[in-house]
């Protein structure tokens, strides 16, 4: 959820002399318990402002799901931006969000 820390640490990689393709692998939030449950599992770092926005509207399941596509978005313009091709959705059986995610990016969805 932090796509800077992903482009500062795979420019890294790649001033050490990596070559290898670096895919970012995107999680978009489609409810507040998978959120939860998976930022718990993986040991995520989450920023403070999206944890506090998720909070004040987790009782809304359309709006959590609204703002996970927006912020995975957002999140997917700046790796765009920073010179990322292909991106790695995690779709775990939701791929509502990741296909209105593409299409919110210009992309194909068939």
């Known amino acids: 959820y932090m796509g800077d ?4 640490w795979a420019n890294e990689l790649k001033a050490a002399g990596v070559t290898a393709h ?3 692998g995107l999680l978009p939030i489609v409810s507040y318990g998978g959120f939860q449950r998976m930022t718990e ?3 995520t770092r989450v920023p403070k402002e999206l944890r506090e926005a ?3 509207i ?4 359309a709006k959590v799901k609204q703002f996970g ?9 700046k790796l765009i931006a920073a010179g990322y091709t292909h991106l790695h ?5 939701q791929e509502g969000a990741t296909f209105a995610i593409m299409k ?3 992309l194909p969805t068939e």
């Not at 987790?58 to 399941?61: I, L, M, P, Y």
Request: net charge negative; glycine share 2%.
């Open 5 to 8: 820390v992903f482009i500062n």
């Open 22 to 24: 670096i895919l970012p």
């Open 41 to 43: 599992l993986c040991k």
């Open 54 to 56: 998720i909070e004040a």
């Open 58 to 61: 987790k009782d809304d399941e």
């Open 69 to 77: 596509i927006d912020q995975c978005t957002e999140m997917c313009r």
């Open 89 to 93: 959705f995690y779709c775990l059986n």
């Open 104 to 106: 919110n990016l210009g």
